[in-house]
């Protein structure tokens, strides 16, 4: 079955770097885009960014351009985000999906990220 396992989560101050893996498997994983998304306390979940198949095609949200870098290794099965320059309006459970087309199809099961001020 597909399995989605996000990590690199954890507590980081204003300004500070993290770096979210997601290992994929169970799935033909280069003929997916992979997209993460995260949801705040209280708030509906948000896309943050997307990337194809191949990695040469990347999609951000405007909240994180300049600040967050997503990549891919098709060799490890693991899709990136780097996050820099954290706010505390960052804090929020990220998840990584799946997709083939428009709806994402596989989830994981998410990776707190907490920015204090």
């Known amino acids: 079955q597909v399995q989605l396992v996000e990590s690199g989560g954890g507590l980081v101050q204003a300004g500070g770097s993290l770096r979210l893996s997601c290992a994929a498997s169970?799935?033909?994983?280069?003929?997916?885009?992979m997209g993460w998304f995260r949801q705040a306390p209280g708030k509906e979940r948000e896309f943050v960014a997307r990337?194809?198949?191949?990695?040469?095609?990347?999609v951000y949200a405007d909240s994180v351009k300049g600040r967050f870098t997503i990549s891919r290794d098709n060799v490890k099965n693991t899709v990136y985000l780097q996050m820099n320059s954290l706010k505390p309006e960052d804090t929020a459970v990220y998840y990584c999906a799946a997709t083939r087309g428009v709806e994402y199809l596989y989830w994981g099961q998410g990776t707190q990220v907490t920015v204090s001020s």
């Open positions: 169970g799935l033909t994983f280069s003929t997916y885009t």
């Open positions: 990337i194809v198949g191949s990695g040469g095609f990347t």
